[in-house]
Structures are given as C-alpha cells and as structure tokens.
C-alpha cells in the first residue's frame, strides 16, 4: 500500500473544485447535516448544489447527498466522486468504487469494512467515541453522529467554523439551544480531527467573493412563493413524491402572506383531495368560478387527471398544474428524477388537445413561472401545465433572488355586471368577438342578466348551447386550436447561448440547464463548438424553428428513453427533420455535462 | 296553505323565471317530476336564481340541470366527479346556493369515492341523487343500487347485493341525509327546501323511475312499487325564517321541529310513529328495518344542523374570493425581499 502523503502529492492541489458525496442511511437525520456543509460553503462565495439520492423509503436504505463544489459555478450532477464521507456500512465497498484514484474518504471507524483501495486516502472519524465523549443524551446521538463529520470535514477541508455556526443558527432560528448544542459537536469534532489527523489530500475550501445575488433553496418551494405572488386562490392537490413539498409550502407561506391586512382572514383556500380525480375536479371548479386555480402532483397524478384536463381544454377553463416530473412509465423510480412527462402533458386528454407548457430550468424560473402560468391561464383560458421536476423540485439549488413581477396580475377576458352592461358588442361565452380565438368569460355570481351560461363537456355553440352540429364542431374545434396557436409568440421565447463560429445546436429544457451550460465549454474546449437553445414553452415560438434552421446539426438531448422533445420538433418542423438527432437518455439520475459530451463528440468523430 | 294565484314570488319573480329549457327525458321520467320540484322550491323560497349554481356529473340525470333554472350558472362535469367539481367552484363565491343532480350510476359507482369525501368535508350543498337501479343513458345496464334478483331485459338476473346510497351517507357522517320518492312530488319539494337552507352536504336520495328500462311493477324502482311501499316517516313541512309558526296550520296531532342553521324550521308531523331525525341510532335501525320488511323508508331521515362545516375551518374573507381585487392577492415587493433575505 502506497503511503498516503505519496497518493495526496500525485496531483496538483484542487481548491474550490470537487464533488463531495455523504452516504447515509435513510432516516438517520443527515439532511441538517448535509444542508449545513452545503450552506457553509454557499455562505463563503463558492458556487455549490446539492443533490439528495434517496430511496423509496422512510428509514433504513441507503441514502447519498452529493455536494458538488465548482468555483467556476458548474452545478450539473457529475458521475464520480473525489471524496466520500461514508456512514453506512452496508454500502462501504460499492460507494468506494466512484472514488477518483487520489480521492478521499472519511469513514466512521466503526465500520470494521476493509477498504480494498490503495490510491485513495482514507480518514477514519471515531463517531461513538466523540458522541460519548460529548456526553450526548442518548435520543439524540444517531442524529448528532452526523454533526461529527460535519466537524471533521470542515476542519480538513478548511470550511469556516465560524460560518458553520452561523448557518447552524439560521437553521434552527426558534432553537438556538439546539443550533448549540449541535454546534457543540461540530467543535469536538473538528478539534478532535485538527489535533489527530495529518492533512494528506488535495482537496481544499477557500472563500471567493459573496455570491450576493444569490439565495438558495429549492424548486417546490420557489414554486409555491411564485403561486402565492400570482394571486393564487385555490389549489386542491394529493400527495405524491416528489410534488408534495410544492402543496406543502402553499401551507407554509402562504398564511403569513396571503391574509387579508384589515379582517386577518385568507384569500386562498387549500384543500387536500381525496386522489387526484378530485384534486383536478376541484381546480377546475375553481377555475371555472374565476378564481385563480392550481394542482401539484406529478406523472401517476397526471394520469389520473387527464379526463378533467380534457374538459378543462375543451371547455376553455383556466388553471395551473404543476408536474414535479418523477420517472415512469408505472410507479417506476419515485424518488428518481426525469422528462418523461412531456408527451403525456403536452397532448394531454383525449380528442385533439393541446396544452400549453411551461418548464422551468433553475429554482428562480419556478418562482417566475410559478406567477406567470396564472396570467397564461386566465389570458388563454386554458389549462397551463409547468413541468418542473424531482431534482428541480426537491434538491437544493443556489439560484438567482425571485424577482418582483414585473406587471400586475392580468385576469384575462373576464366581464362583471358592469363590463356586460357596457360591452356594446354581442356577447357569448365562446364567441370569438376580437378574432384572436379567446372569448370573453362570465363566472358564477355575477348577477347580470345575460351572464349566466351552462357549461359542460359535450358539444357546444358559441353560447353554450349544447349542438351536435358538425360545422358547430368543427368551428368551436378550430377557433381553440388558432387561441393555442396565437399563444406560441406569446409564451416564454427559448434562452440561446451562444458560441462564437458555432455550426452545432444543442437543444434541452428543464433542469439539464446546468449539464448542458457545462459540456458547452467542455465541448469548445476539444475543439467542438456548439450553441445552446434552451427551450422554455410549447407550443413553440418562431426562434426554435430559427434555431434549427442555423444549424447543421442539433442534439436534442433530454432525461427520458425516446427523446420526447425530439419527437415534439419533429412534428413542428417535419421539413427540419434530417438536422435533429435525439440523444436522449434516462437512468433515473440528474444529467451530467460528461454524458453530453461524449454523447456529442461521438457523432461528430464518426 | 298560501293561495295559488299569487303569480309572483316575494322578489317579484315567476315561476317562469326559474324554469329551465324543455326536458329530453322521456316523457314519465321521474327525473322530470324532481326537477319541477326544484323550480317550484327555489321559486317559493324567493331564491335569486343568480344565487345558485347547478352542477351535475354523467347520465341521464345529470342532464337534467338544463331543464331547471336557465337563469343560473352551471356546470355538467365528469361521470361521478362533480362533488369535487362543486367544491372548488364553491370557493369562487361561498354566498351561493349549490345544487347538484346525481344518478345512481354516478354516485354509487365511479362517484362513490367523491360522494363520501363531499359528505365527509360537509360542503354547504344539495346532493340530489335520481335514484332509479339501471343506467337509462346507456340503455338499461344494471347500476349499484340495483336490488338482488332484479331482472332486466338483455342484462339477465342482478346477483349482487346493492348499495344503498342513505346508509352510505349515514355511515360517511353525513350531516343531513333524506330519501323521497318521484311520486311524492311534496315531500321531494319540501325536503329541498330543508336542504338548500341547511349548513352541510344534503342528501337527497330520490327513487326517480326509469320508465324505459326499470319501471316493472314488482321491482323496488318502479312507480308502483314506490306507491305502494311508500312509509314516510312523517310529513314534512318547511317554515321560513321569518314566519312565526302556528302549528294550526298543519292540522292536529303530534309534531317533532328541527331548527336549521340560518333559522327555518322543518316541522315533522307524526304519522305512524315518533321518529327523531337528529337519532342517528334510530336512523340506521328504520333503514334496516325497512329492508327487512320490505317498505320504502321516506322523510328526513337524519340531520345535524349543528356540524361544522368545510367552510369553518378556512378562515375566509366574507368577500366572495371571485371578486377580490387583484391588487389584494398579490404580496407587497417588501415581503419577496424578506423571503430572499431568509433564504440566504
């Protein structure tokens, strides 16, 4: 065996540029733990995101948090790790194989599993005896055991202690006992590494500059807030990994903001459904009564769905679902992360539909997105679909601060008694009256005598009436195709970055934003210049097809097994079809820039 | 009783004004008779017909919220889903009256989930279940209320048992729960009137005769059956808010009353024997007892006027929430800025 000092020196010194995974078992209370480390390096100035693989489970299989540190702010999942902090012996040799040769563990010295490698340096943490040094009441020593490493990798790696008490605070404001006492032990540990362990790696933590324009959480909270500043009313929803926690936090926030300054009452309701028939049964009333609707769930939900979406399309009622995207087909992967909902969400009901799509890719777009879907719905009087997703959504993301909106809120073509009385034009709930395929709408209460209509499911005519008249068909059909349709130059336009001389396009959407950023400079860097289109709605606007049309060839790279958005273009740009190729892939896990690289650079040397 | 020729109601309204559009049924649907009685109700009870909204799921009484009030908002959902189609539109303006019009095929099937749930929460609506055993829509399918044995024309004999939509509702701690009869034409309009003033989900199981398709004499559906069998547990009568009650103009005899939520009264005539509807102990043993002895059970069978309400626990603004001002849905930019201060 090589002796460690030779292994550290083998490789220049790597600050601020690794990836960090915790292994754990679930329901051990790691997640403070983790979330302290990944905080205390965030609060220093260096760009970090953290990512939770965890298990469908509530206590006792495995559970890895993995903490990828970039000065150069690269966030994407990367598939190795250089240094390990292992927990759970269960996994001990497997985790140990992602180690980069020079790489690192810290192991509880507990686990009596031998360590079969001889090119990383280990640093063996003796958890149960600084637990009972610390004199920890007996309730809380699995779940101080993980302040332990807390101490011992900050002390080694030269995270702040300081900073990490501070975050330690900040994390448990209404407990600063417990910030204490956890602290406490994050002192005797960090003491305990400083006094016995000689640092023999490479790998070191140094401040940069404040991030100053930047927070940091995750997707479904950012979702919520962004619900709660669009005005929402209603939002009626049904648990389900990994789109609880967006429901969750309406409950949270919305309360302290969303009560009404002079009486203390709500101006929301939230309702938790028996299943999702109903939680989208209840949107879709409360849409209809006009006031600003919402559901969460995620694919299995959707599903469920899809009958009141149909009606919902077809009856032109307007509401916003968010789908925290999971990986099916089935139950498949709960817990796991992916875009395989697209098809499904973008052609969702039966009949001919189309729904508008709305897909975030950072947690700061969930806030934006998560206001503006409410003004698309009520503009276009249709359902608006967000696609966020399981690692967008659950996993905690350094992001730029929510922005304000920046107009108030827009309740669309809606007339009250006195907006009726002074209309001056013929009125019908579906008659096209500006030729822009969006009619006007009355809502229950409003006591007007022309307001009341019946609406329904079945066939209709411009005022509701129930027909089964083929040209009546055809022309209500028809007119809410061309509203879809005029929504295309009116939805989120794609973000394109782009790359001096490049005759290459990238395509992606949703949270491979980060994978994607990064394998474009790795890309230039061996010599392959590639733009990026990043695209944000469907229908698509003008400047995708612009997009593809520039180049000679596009990768459309996307987290599920048949390339979806690939299909999507395909049908949208037949005439483009010979310069889009799908390399779209699905495991299950977040997308890493190395899988778009050497996805990308294989084609190109072929 | 108040004279007939009075062709107005107390808001200056006909009757007229609360009639919907010609029914589609077939013509002796006892879905025609329940909807004449909802007009006849909401007419008598001086009831905007602004102020109430219809809602409906799938079959052949669901169609039927277009033959009523056409001066009112509705909404013909999906096959079994409106209760939760009702409660979020509820939301938009909590003043309203909700009616909604169910079938048997629709409730105490695919529905029979979102009806306990309904139940469960005690929305403040009407829940009006057309109950006639066979699906009419789809031509004369058995449906879950059917009774055991029953035999139907292309279906062949029913072997399972049915569900019976009342005690669904007790079991489901239903805060008020009656079962009429098509035929009673009275009693449907005056428990109608006790529901759209009760505080809660109401229950309205109506046997409603399908005359294409289950109507035969000696079948639990049928008009003849009903007429027969029928054994209100009283006569029911419902007294408005504002009139003071003289028990004189009901005739003699013994009389239970029970107190709604804002105030009215229904007076319960006795007719065989004392029947308390706020017992749920002697609500559950009328049902079986009738059942075993083969009588259709009618009246006001259960009530809580007292139970709380979904509404109750929401803290709502008295604003209907349709009319709140955008301006007052939208947090002030200084709180956003102390968001992203606390998520630093």
Not at chain 1, 346 to 354: E, I
Request: proline residues 5%; contains cysteine; aromatic residues 10%.
């Amino acid at each position: 065996m090589k002796k460690e000092s030779e292994i550290g020196q083998m490789q220049a010194k790597a600050v601020n540029d690794f990836c960090m995974t915790v292994c754990t078992v679930n329901g051990s209370g790691s997640a403070t733990a983790n979330t302290t480390l990944l905080r205390a390096m965030f609060h220093m100035g260096i760009p970090v995101s953290g990512k939770n693989i965890f298990p469908s489970n509530i206590k006792g299989l495995p559970t890895w948090f993995s903490i990828r540190v970039s000065k150069d702010g690269y966030l994407a999942r990367v598939a190795h790790d250089d240094i390990i902090v292992q927990m759970n012996s269960t996994t001990f040799t497997e985790d140990l194989d992602y180690n980069v040769p020079g790489g690192v563990i810290f192991y509880a010295d507990h686990i009596a599993v031998p360590i079969h490698r001889d090119d990383v340096i280990a640093y063996p943490m003796p958890v149960k005896q600084l637990i009972s040094e610390a004199d920890v009441p007996r309730n809380l020593r699995d779940y101080m055991e993980n302040m332990v490493y807390v101490g011992v990798v900050s002390q080694m790696l030269g995270i702040d202690l300081g900073v990490v008490h501070q975050v330690l605070l900040n994390q448990f404001t209404q407990k600063t006992s417990v910030a204490e006492s956890n602290f406490a032990m994050v002192k005797l540990a960090a003491d305990w590494a400083r006094d016995n362990l000689e640092k023999q790696d490479r790998y070191f933590i140094e401040s940069m500059p404040p991030l100053e324009d930047y927070i940091m959480t995750d997707g479904n909270t950012a979702g919520a807030l962004g619900a709660i500043y669009g005005g929402f009313q209603f939002c009626g929803w049904y648990p389900i990994t990994p789109a609880s926690s967006l429901a969750e936090s309406l409950n949270t926030f919305a309360p302290q903001l969303r009560q009404d300054p002079k009486t203390g009452r709500n101006t929301f309701a939230i309702v938790q459904a028996e299943d999702e028939l109903a939680s989208i049964g209840m949107a879709v009333g409360a849409g209809w009564a006009g006031i600003r609707s919402m559901t969460s769930t995620s694919g299995p939900g959707v599903s469920l769905m899809t009958e009141y979406m149909s009606l919902a399309y077809y009856a032109e009622v307007p509401l916003v679902l968010w789908d925290v995207q999971r990986v099916g087909p089935s139950t498949g992967l709960p817990t796991r992360t992916g875009q395989g909902d697209l098809n499904l969400t973008y052609f969702l009901g039966h009949g001919d539909t189309n729904q508008i799509i709305l897909i975030p890719s950072t947690v700061n777009e969930c806030f934006t997105f998560g206001w503006q879907a409410f003004d698309y719905a009520e503009e276009f009087q249709t359902p608006v679909i967000i696609l966020s997703d399981l690692d967008l959504g659950m996993n905690q993301w350094m992001t730029r601060k929510f922005e304000y909106p920046n107009q108030p809120i827009q309740r669309g073509k809606i007339l009250w008694e006195e907006d009726l009385e002074n209309f001056g034009k013929e009125w019908g709930r579906y008659l096209d009256v500006d030729g822009d395929g969006i009619p006007y709408r009355t809502v229950m209460g409003n006591t007007h005598p022309k307001a009341p209509y019946f609406t329904r499911g079945t066939g209709h005519d411009e005022y509701g009436n129930y027909s089964e008249e083929p040209d009546v068909w055809v022309r209500v059909m028809d007119r809410i195709k061309a509203k879809i349709e005029n929504a295309r130059e009116k939805l989120p336009k794609p973000e394109i970055r782009e790359v001096e001389g490049a005759r290459i396009g990238l395509i992606g959407m949703g949270s491979t934003e980060p994978a994607f950023l990064e394998a474009q400079d790795k890309l230039k860097a061996v010599g392959i210049r590639c733009d990026y289109m990043r695209i944000r709605a469907l229908p698509f606007s003008q400047e995708v097809g612009d997009f593809i049309h520039a180049h000679n060839v596009n990768y459309v790279v996307e987290l599920n097994r048949d390339g979806q958005l690939n299909q999507i273009l395909t049908i949208d740009y037949c005439h483009l079809t010979e310069k889009m190729v799908s390399l779209a892939f699905m495991d299950g896990l977040p997308m890493t820039a190395d899988y778009i690289v050497n996805a990308v650079v294989e084609r190109e040397r072929k | 009783m108040a004279e007939k020729t009075v062709s107005t109601n107390q808001i200056g309204l006909t009757r007229t004004d609360y009639r919907g559009e010609v029914s589609t049924l077939c013509p002796g649907c006892g879905h025609n008779t329940i909807s004449v009685q909802i007009i006849t109700a909401c007419f008598e009870m001086n009831i905007p017909p602004e102020k109430i909204v219809k809602f409906s799921g799938i079959g052949c009484s669901s169609k039927s919220p277009t033959y009523f009030l056409s001066k009112s908002f509705g909404f013909n959902g999906l096959h079994g889903r409106m209760p939760s189609l009702a409660l979020g539109a509820a939301f938009g303006d909590r003043q309203m009256k909700v009616v909604g019009v169910s079938g048997d095929g629709d409730t105490a099937s695919i529905g029979i989930g979102q009806f306990k749930h309904l139940i469960r929460r005690n929305l403040p609506m009407v829940y009006i279940v057309e109950n006639n055993g066979v699906y009419g829509l789809t031509k004369g399918q058995f449906s879950a209320t059917a009774e055991m044995g029953l035999e139907l024309k292309h279906q062949g004999m029913n072997p399972f048992m049915p569900i019976d939509i009342v005690k669904e509702a007790l079991v489901g701690n239903a805060s008020f729960v009656a079962r009429s009869f098509a035929g009673d034409p009275k009693q449907v309009r005056e428990l109608l009137k006790a529901a759209l003033s009760h505080n809660g989900t109401s229950v309205i199981d109506i046997i409603s005769p399908c005359v294409s398709f289950n109507d035969r004499e000696d079948t639990l559906h049928s008009y003849q059956w009903g007429r027969q069998h029928e054994a209100p547990l009283h006569d029911i009568s419902y007294v408005p808010t504002r009139r003071a009650i003289i028990l004189d103009e009901f005739g003699e005899g013994s009389f239970k009353e029970v107190t709604l939520h804002d105030g009215s009264v229904v007076v319960l005539k006795k007719l065989e024997k004392e029947y308390d509807p706020t017992d749920k102990f002697q609500a559950l043993k009328i049902l079986e007892e009738g059942e075993r002895d083969h009588y259709l059970v009618t009246g006001l069978i259960y009530v809580n006027p007292d139970q709380p309400s979904l509404y109750d626990f929401l803290n709502l603004t008295d604003e209907p929430l349709n009319r709140v001002k955008s301006d007052d849905l939208r947090p002030s930019p200084e709180s956003l800025e102390a968001i992203n201060q606390a998520m630093v």
